[in-house]
């Protein structure tokens, strides 16, 4: 009968409709979810409506979430270094950006004039940059990750969007906290949670004891 | 008419001379959205272009990595020292390719219904899947969209154990499911249902069935003339599929059939697309014992951490079969670190040539939903 196609689509659209109502008794018309139904809400079982209401609640992001990369330094407690930069300016991450926007200072050794394994500055203007994660990826010393914090709203766009290094460090506590699972992987594949050349320092310690 | 927003389909332009409301001429106009991707591509090293193939055809990142992965293979395969992608490898890049398959044809199912005047309901049924099928690209690839996944020789990253968060802003909400739960609930049970949904909601619809039936026919012979690809030459008869004329991956070992149609208009394009939903859910059922069955096995062959492959001098052609068509990478290198020429056949691109042979005699009114049809993206035809 003619019609009736256009019948049934509007009684899926009403389904929608109540299921949407259906979903928020459940859930006591709460007007911003309990943290447990959220999961419920926004998996696979999800039946009524999807919308996030941000900033009032966000997803959080998943562990290998790409967003800028941000520069590793050592914990403002740490016994030996704290807050030295794990990046040893070996400038891969510049060579493999895509883009190229990444800029690189490499310090000097004061006395002899001769490059020290330190950037000075570290420069990522993240108006270029495209979150692609390869300077994470190829990074050899585990320096450089890609943050989480997705908020960067600034209201001027010609001196606030190039990142320097100051602006980029964070400690390495911090890429414990947003991934744990990873930075375990990560602690693994270099045989301990310390930085490579502190490791390989200590085993040298350790040898010259025995 | 046009450039419309980008919201839509993207920044394109049609110049069409009317009489009265009947088209008489119709002209695209493209290069709004021109980023210079050929040329960019021949500065870049080969590791380089992944992410730019992203941004090709954005709703379905996975499949142009795979495309490009594909085409820079087979020249390393000329080389030396070339190991060929293992083979859980293969079966997370085609686990993927499907599901990008599954979203690209939601978006543009939903997009049709847009474009004929069913705003945005619809659509947003399309998308609710979408969402599902995104959270969990998110939480393999890192991103939502621009995926950057492949590698030569396999992929990034290994499927995470659980697809969880870690609550880091305020407000932030935690979710964490098993991955394999996950995938399989999505496979079996949501997905299909939602297809069906789909199925029931719009295809027997009297104002989807008057606005599409007989509008922008293309003929068999027209099709192939206009070189049209995917569901565009699919839907006027010609059960060509690049999955089949040229197996690829771990295709050959699946069973699933080539949608095709016969009556080349709007309705049939379509249908191609429902029916192309249905078969990827089949592969995709197929997939999952594979995928169960190469858990823990190694997902990248070549040496971590190299960052500039060698490739040897030479050209290859990667083709894969997009959800917008026959998408192909032509890749010339001179054995340094970048290609020396890098040439994309997109599909979207060509389909568009034949817009004009489809629209003419309809009214304006119809030439949006011709234009649905096809389904465009804009990052793709200007590249
Ligand atoms: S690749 Fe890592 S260590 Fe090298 S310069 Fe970049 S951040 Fe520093
Ligand atoms: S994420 Fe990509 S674009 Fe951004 S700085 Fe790293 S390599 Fe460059």
Redesign the interface.
């Known amino acids: 009968m003619?019609?009736?196609?256009?019948w049934?689509?509007m009684w899926?659209?009403l389904r929608?409709f109540v299921n949407t109502y259906v979903d928020d008794v459940k859930w006591g018309f709460q007007r911003h979810?309990p943290?447990e139904a959220?999961?419920v809400r926004?998996?696979?079982q999800?039946r009524g409506s999807?919308t996030?209401e941000y900033?009032?609640?966000?997803?959080?992001?998943?562990?290998?979430?790409?967003f800028i990369p941000f520069l590793i330094v050592e914990n403002y407690d740490h016994p030996e270094r704290p807050g030295h930069d794990w990046c040893t300016s070996c400038g891969?991450c510049a060579?493999?950006?895509?883009p190229q926007c990444i800029w690189i200072v490499r310090g000097t050794d004061p006395e002899t004039g001769r490059p020290k394994p330190e950037p000075v500055d570290f420069y990522i203007d993240i108006d270029i940059c495209?979150?692609?994660?390869?300077c994470a990826?190829?990074c050899?010393f585990d320096a450089i990750k890609?943050d989480?914090?997705y908020?960067l709203a600034s209201y001027d766009r010609t001196g606030n969007h190039i990142f320097d290094k100051q602006h980029l460090s964070k400690e390495f506590r911090y890429w414990q906290?947003?991934?744990?699972?990873v930075a375990e992987k990560e602690a693994e594949a270099r045989g301990g949670w310390e930085h490579k050349d502190v490791l390989k320092a200590r085993a040298k310690e350790a040898k010259a004891k025995d | 008419m046009g450039p419309q927003h980008p919201s839509t389909h993207g920044v394109f332009r049609m110049m069409v001379k009317l009489n009265g409301e009947t088209i008489e001429r119709l002209e695209p106009v493209m290069g709004y959205l021109h980023r210079n991707h050929e040329k960019i591509g021949e500065r870049?090293?080969f590791?380089?272009?992944?992410?730019?193939t992203d941004?090709l055809d954005y709703l379905t990142s996975l499949s142009n990595n795979f495309g490009y992965a594909m085409g820079v293979e087979k020249l390393m395969s000329l080389g030396a020292r070339y190991n060929p992608p293992t083979r859980r490898a293969e079966v997370i890049r085609v686990l993927m390719a499907e599901l990008t398959r599954l979203v690209s044809h939601f978006w543009s199912v939903g997009f049709l219904m847009n474009d004929i005047g069913a705003f945005f309901?619809p659509m947003m049924?399309a998308v609710?899947e979408r969402?599902?099928v995104l959270?969990f690209f998110?939480?393999?690839?890192?991103?939502r969209m621009?995926c950057?996944y492949l590698r030569f020789g396999g992929v990034?990253?290994d499927l995470?154990?659980r697809?969880?968060?870690?609550?880091?802003?305020?407000?932030?909400?935690?979710?964490?499911?098993s991955t394999m739960d996950?995938v399989w609930?999505?496979i079996f049970?949501?997905l299909p249902r939602a297809v069906d949904?789909f199925d029931?909601?719009?295809?027997?619809?009297?104002?989807?069935?008057n606005r599409c039936i007989g509008v922008g026919t293309l003929t068999r012979e027209e099709a192939i003339d206009y070189s049209a690809a995917g569901p565009v030459l699919r839907a006027s008869g010609v059960p060509y599929d690049v999955r089949r004329a040229e197996p690829y991956s771990i295709y050959p070992e699946l069973e699933f059939d080539v949608a095709v149609r016969y009556h080349g208009d709007v309705y049939d394009r379509y249908l191609v697309r429902l029916d192309e939903m249905r078969q990827s859910l089949r592969i995709l059922q197929q997939v999952y014992p594979l995928l169960k069955a190469t858990e823990g096995e190694a997902f990248f062959s070549g040496r971590g951490?190299m960052?500039s492959p060698r490739v040897p001098a030479g050209e290859s052609y990667g083709r894969v079969e997009n959800p917008k068509g026959e998408l192909g990478y032509y890749v010339v290198s001179d054995g340094g670190q970048n290609p020396w020429r890098y040439h994309v056949r997109a599909p979207s691109f060509i389909n568009l040539t034949a817009l004009e042979r489809m629209c003419l005699g309809h009214k304006v009114a119809d030439v949006v939903a011709i234009l649905g049809s096809i389904d465009i993206v804009l990052g793709e035809v200007d590249r």
């Open positions: 003619y019609g009736t196609g256009i049934r689509g899926i659209t929608h979810v943290p959220f999961p926004q998996g696979l999800g999807f996030v900033p009032e609640e966000k997803i959080a992001v998943p562990e290998r979430f790409r891969i060579k493999v950006c895509p495209m979150n692609c994660g390869l990826e190829f050899p890609m989480h914090d908020e906290s947003i991934a744990p699972t | 870049n090293t590791i380089q272009n992944m992410p730019f941004r309901t049924y609710e969402e599902l959270d998110e939480a393999t690839t890192g991103s621009m950057n990034a990253n995470p154990e697809l969880r968060s870690e609550a880091n802003l305020i407000n932030d909400r935690v979710r964490d499911f996950y609930e999505m049970e949501r949904q029931e909601y719009l295809t027997t619809n009297e104002i989807v069935t951490g960052y």
